[in-house]
């Protein structure tokens, strides 16, 4: 072989061994990032929720103005003008104390003020006329009323009088008292709907006021519908649909070798961000509830256990 065929051969070689590292290299490079990204994929967290049976309720919402049961109508004995006012909206009365005068004197003819009287004690809830208005024998002076026992009066969609029943319970709240809730109980159910509205009047009772509700506030109503006890329920948010179909992950154990499961199950009651697991997952079963649209079935993860909200 010539000097010249030599170092031919010889470069030859050593593109063929120089390939050959490169390629070992990348091989290498190649496995290291597979470990590399099976390594990340196993220590991904989640946040898990174990099971626990709870009572859900169904509601609907309505706003409705407080009133007192008893109320009587203070009427005049004698037509002519309201010549004095005694009393305020919200003040106590007593039986026979003066609500207000009228004057029933005419052009040439001067008569003594006739008092208006309280006929029953409680509290003035309506004063609707002012000195100087003409009131006859027929007006409404006054309105007294006894505070003590108090209902709230609720116009029913027509879509929702299947729903309402007689001793049906609700929770009132009002914006004068927040974070306070008050409890209630349907009393009367209208027979008719009002044909211009296409809504029933129902009348429920305020079961305490504890003395701060007053006549004329108005209610928000959460009137209870359905209530299921010792149900398995998850945030919507665990839900995951494939297909239309909701299943939720499930962590074996908590920790950071923590075995992922896809169960299909099926769902009942939803309200207030909650959904009924109506079958498919048991009381126990540690719910994937943060990160599950980021892992699949038989996935490796670090799984958190989540404390109640």
């Known amino acids: 072989m010539t000097k ?7 470069f030859i070689l050593s593109i063929i061994a120089a390939l050959s590292m490169v390629m070992m290299t990348s091989c290498g490079g190649k496995k290291d990032g597979k470990k590399k990204n099976e390594d990340a994929k196993a220590a991904f967290t989640v ?30 004995s004698v037509a002519g003008k309201i010549a004095r006012i005694s009393v305020k909206g919200g003040d106590r009365v007593k039986r026979g104390d003066v609500i207000a005068q009228i004057d029933p004197s005419k052009p040439g003819s001067e008569f003594a003020l006739s008092p208006v009287k ?34 709230i009066n609720i116009n029913v969609s027509e879509r929702f009088v299947p729903l309402i029943k007689e001793g049906q319970i609700a929770q009132v709240t009002f914006k004068s008292y927040p974070g306070e809730f008050f409890g209630a109980k349907v009393e009367r159910i209208s027979p008719i709907l009002d044909p211009s509205t296409r809504t029933m009047e129902v009348t429920l009772n305020i079961e305490e006021t504890r003395g701060i509700v007053k006549a004329g506030m108005f209610a928000h109503v959460k009137l209870i519908t359905q209530t299921k006890n010792d149900v398995l329920a998850l945030p919507n ?37 909650k959904t009924e697991i109506a079958s498919g997952l048991s009381e126990g079963n540690l719910a994937i509830v943060k990160g599950q649209n980021m892992i699949s079935e038989g996935q490796k993860v670090n799984a958190l256990l989540q404390k109640d909200e």
């Open 4 to 10: 010249t065929g030599k170092r031919i051969s010889t």
């Open 47 to 76: 946040s898990v929720r174990k099971i626990a049976p709870e009572t859900m309720e169904d509601y609907i919402e309505f706003g409705g103005t407080v009133k007192a049961v008893d109320s009587v109508e203070v009427l005049p």
């Open 118 to 151: 309280a006929t029953s004690s409680g509290t003035v809830t309506k004063l609707p006329f002012s000195v100087g208005a003409y009131a006859t024998t027929s007006t409404t002076i006054a309105e007294i009323s006894s505070t003590d026992d108090l209902e």
């Open 237 to 273: 948010r665990a839900i995951v649909y494939n297909g239309g179909k909701p299943y939720v992950f499930v962590a074996d154990s908590t920790g950071e070798n923590a075995s992922v499961s896809r169960i299909p199950v099926t769902t009942g009651l939803s309200v207030d961000g």
